[in-house]
């Protein structure tokens, strides 16, 4: 287990990986957390992903109160989409939500993933739907729906209105979130071409029965160091 500084840095480069790749949309809304014992550190809204440093980081209890500057407000509206979710899963370490793009379309076009590339084939039948009526997650009931739709997938869209993801580590998290906007983007783009769905129940079948068990840990670690090669020296003013 991490120390809390480390945890901090973590998520500082998280933060900055996520919106550079554009997994974090506008960088306008959303949060990125990690479990600190039966606490949460969490990325606050008016703070920027990209300049972000370790010390804008807060620490909430599981009722969304902040612990760090009692009484003082969190910034976080939707912190029970975090709290329900380490709550409902012991195995989940770090929690993801936001508003890209490409992800948020796919969901309010019910567009359903197909095993089209590698990527693809990793989502597909793995992608929980919520359709809640694009309401702000804001209150621990809203937050339980989301659990109970997230159940034991890592990865769920939030009909108009974005994306959750979750995981054991903040790398899985942070290569799970960028998977999921290309494939939002390669789904889209075959829509454009042709009338979906692309694939027979055949053709799908097979696909996914090639490609069982190719996803590994040691993968996401991989993915996860060139992601930050990629994205964490790329200036932004």
């Known amino acids: ?105 796919l969901a309010a076009l019910g567009i359903t993933v197909e095993p089209l590339d590698q990527d693809c084939a990793a989502l597909t039948d793995r992608l929980a739907v919520l359709d809640n009526g694009a309401v702000s997650i804001a209150t621990p009931a809203l937050g339980d729906e989301v659990a109970r739709t997230l159940g034991s997938l890592s990865t769920l869209l939030i009909k108009n209105h974005g994306c959750v993801v979750a995981g054991e580590s903040v790398a899985e998290v942070c290569v799970a979130a960028h998977k999921l906007e290309r494939v939002a983007e390669t789904m889209l783009r075959a829509a454009q071409l042709a009338k979906l769905p692309l694939l027979s129940p055949e053709e799908k079948a097979a696909i996914l029965a090639a490609r069982k068990g190719v996803e590994a840990s040691s993968m996401n670690q991989e993915r996860w160091r060139m992601l930050q090669d990629y994205y964490l020296d790329r200036a932004h003013d």
């Open 1 to 105: 287990m991490l120390a809390e500084s480390d945890l901090r840095a973590e998520l500082v480069n998280a933060c900055r990986v996520l919106y550079a790749c554009g997994a974090a949309g506008d960088g306008l809304g959303g949060h990125l957390s990690a479990r600190l014992g039966e606490r949460i550190l969490i990325k606050p809204r008016p703070v920027s992903w990209w300049k972000l440093t370790p010390e804008h980081l807060i620490v909430l209890d599981f009722d969304g109160k902040r612990v760090d500057q009692p009484g003082e407000p969190s910034g976080v509206k939707e912190w029970p989409i975090h709290a329900c979710i380490y709550a409902a899963r012991p195995d989940v370490n770090c929690v993801f939500h936001a508003h890209p793009a490409s992800s948020t379309l």
